[in-house]
């Protein structure tokens, strides 16, 4: 079980949109429609942002976005803003109850 | 509100076992729509799952720390506890307690997630 691989950062300017990519393989994240991604800042505890692929749970801003083609996820932030800057981790259901995350990215809000 | 707070010692020496137990609130942990898990974040790292339950007392390890790891569940107090033997260095994280909601028709995710505590190994 091998963590998924993320950029390690990624950067863009305020009302820019920025995709992060999350890499893994057919036994996780091809396999199956439960791929999430978190929101942590620093000192805090992550924060669901979307879940099975492209869900967004209530109270999540739309300008955050998922997607899915093969072995690769994908989430989308449109309009940048500066509370966007944080580090963000996808996580993948792996199969007989287990699951595997990202080595995250640090995006940054220029 | 569903709430989730770890609690347990701060700093475990070298070889002895980490003992962390999780306190749920605003929910029951016996519910049939969720299993909880515990995730950890060493320093300056990523996540890393180290484990599920389910009420039932159904267990799913990490492969890479299975042998080290037994996970509990305590549904007459709401709680559920991770035991982490022959700790090293390597060990020490920001410890993580989380929901888990039940996908269909198989599967689940993280979404409720504890404020973590730090855990450090140290003699």
């Known amino acids: 079980q091998s963590a998924l691989t993320q950029p390690a950062s990624v950067s863009g300017s305020p009302g820019q949109s920025i995709t992060i990519s999350c890499t893994g393989t057919?036994?996780?994240?091809?396999?199956?429609?439960?791929v999430s991604w978190y929101q942590q800042h620093p000192g805090k505890a992550p924060k669901l942002m979307i879940y099975e692929v492209s869900k967004r749970p209530s109270g999540v801003s739309n300008r955050f976005s998922g997607s899915k083609s093969g072995n690769t996820a994908s989430l989308t932030i449109s309009g940048l803003q500066a509370e966007d800057e944080a580090d963000y981790y996808c996580c993948s259901y792996a199969g007989s109850s287990t699951e595997v995350f990202g080595g995250g990215t640090k995006l940054t809000v220029l | 509100q569903l709430q989730l707070q770890e609690s347990g010692p701060g700093l475990v020496k070298p070889s002895e076992t980490l003992s962390l137990t999780c306190t749920v609130s605003?929910?029951?942990?016996?519910?049939?729509?969720?299993?909880w898990g515990w995730i950890r974040q060493p320093p300056g790292k990523g996540l890393e799952w180290i484990g599920s339950i389910y009420y039932s007392g159904s267990t799913y390890y990490n492969p890479s720390l299975k042998s080290r790891v037994t996970i509990s569940v305590d549904t007459s107090k709401n709680q559920f506890s991770l035991k982490l033997s022959s700790v090293t260095a390597a060990d020490t994280a920001v410890y993580y307690c989380a929901r888990h909601i039940k996908a269909l028709p198989f599967g689940y995710y993280p979404d409720y997630w504890g404020q973590g505590t730090l855990v450090t190994v140290s003699s």
């Open positions: 605003g929910g029951s942990i016996s519910s049939s729509s969720y299993y």
């Open positions: 057919s036994s996780d994240v091809g396999s199956y429609n439960l």
